[in-house]
């Protein structure tokens, strides 16, 4: 069977990256390596894919400057189809300020720059792009009225939806929560989302149960080294995640959220699916930079090969 038409709707940013020693406190100046990576969420999660084999659209807008230019061409040069991409003439493209610390953890300040200028005309404009049948990726960098358009489309396009609510805010309607059939939120996304502290899987149920009691049908929570927790309100499971040395957790979710979307558009089982998942994400948190360390299909067929998942029900 043919894998089913991908495209992802998101932001790009130019990542400016310090690797620091441990991240800084309140007042405190460091001394750090600098270097610089194509990132932003949505561009990192369809170099995911496009690194795991698959030909995925993505949409994003970037501005007529040099950190535009070599965004694109970090895009093409993985894989990446660009034909829905737009280059805003005036405008700045976005950039990151991004500090890692040697035990992976980050902090991270976005400047969305050309991100932030997607309207729901824009949406309109570069609809045509989805193909009948489409797995549709959204994640929320993108401005509200954006994505409150790019849902409303579902049921006249007929495409399915994963939506990653990061960075995580509030806005959404009640009409666009109801066209989402994924949604992908982490911890501290749920957490903002719903009130629930995800600490066991008691806890992960409540969450998941709000997150299908806001329009979702399927939840499906990331909880970093614990794993990940899905639910439709009929299945639910917990998979553990897979134990590596964490470098860079910085892209872990994109990684995670281009990887699912691979496995649902080869039509993989969502069991399955998350379990490339996981793998895919920790992958990536072994490696440095967003987009440099998403694995090839060869990588995460070698890894999985090697190592077993237990499953907790």
Same mark, same amino acid.
């Given at each position: 069977m043919n894998p089913c038409p991908l495209i992802f709707f998101g932001t790009t940013n130019l990542d400016l990256c310090f690797n620091v020693e441990r991240l800084p406190t309140l007042g405190e100046? @460091?001394?750090? +390596?600098?270097?610089?990576?194509?990132?932003?969420?949505g561009a990192n999660q369809a170099v995911a894919a496009a690194k795991l084999g698959m030909r995925p659209k993505f949409f994003t807008r970037l501005g007529d400057d040099e950190? %535009?230019?070599?965004?694109?061409?970090a895009l093409t040069d993985a894989g990446v189809l660009t034909e829905a991409v737009q280059i805003a003439s005036g405008e700045a493209s976005g950039s990151a300020l991004v500090m890692v610390g040697d035990d992976g953890s980050n902090m991270i300040i976005i400047d969305p720059g050309a991100n932030a200028n997607v309207t729901a005309a824009v949406i309109d404009e570069v609809a045509h792009h989805i193909e009948p049948g489409s797995i549709v990726v959204a994640e929320m960098g993108l401005p509200v009225d954006a994505l409150e358009q790019l849902f409303a489309l579902k049921p006249r396009l007929?495409?399915?939806?994963?939506? !990653?609510? *990061?960075? $995580?805010? =509030?806005?959404? +309607?009640?009409? *666009?929560? +109801?066209? $989402?059939?994924? &949604? =992908?939120? !982490?911890? +501290?996304? =749920?957490?903002?989302? =719903?009130?629930?502290?995800?600490?066991?899987?008691?806890?992960? *149920?409540?969450? *998941?149960?709000? @997150?299908l009691e806001l329009g979702a049908k399927a939840a499906l929570i990331t909880l970093g080294e614990r794993g990940a927790f899905y639910s439709n309100g009929e299945e639910s499971f917990l998979l553990p995640s897979?134990? $590596? &040395?964490?470098v860079d957790a910085t892209a872990a979710g994109d990684a995670f959220n %281009?990887?699912?979307a691979a496995a649902l558009a080869? !039509?993989?089982? &969502?069991?399955e699916a998350v379990r490339q998942a996981m793998a895919i994400a920790a992958l990536c948190v072994t490696r440095r930079g967003a987009q440099p360390s998403m694995p090839t299909a060869e990588a995460v067929d070698e890894f999985l090969n090697h190592r077993t998942l237990l499953e907790i029900r």
């Open positions: 100046s @460091l001394i750090g +390596s600098l270097v610089r990576h194509p990132g932003g969420k950190a %535009g230019d070599v965004l694109m061409r007929g495409f399915r939806l994963i939506f !990653n609510p *990061a960075p $995580v805010r =509030t806005g959404l +309607s009640r009409e *666009a929560w +109801s066209q $989402v059939d994924f &949604v =992908t939120p !982490n911890e +501290s996304e =749920t957490f903002e989302l =719903t009130g629930v502290e995800v600490v066991d899987p008691q806890s992960a *149920a409540r969450a *998941a149960k709000i @997150l897979f134990p $590596v &040395v964490v %281009g990887g699912f080869r !039509n993989v089982p &969502v069991r």
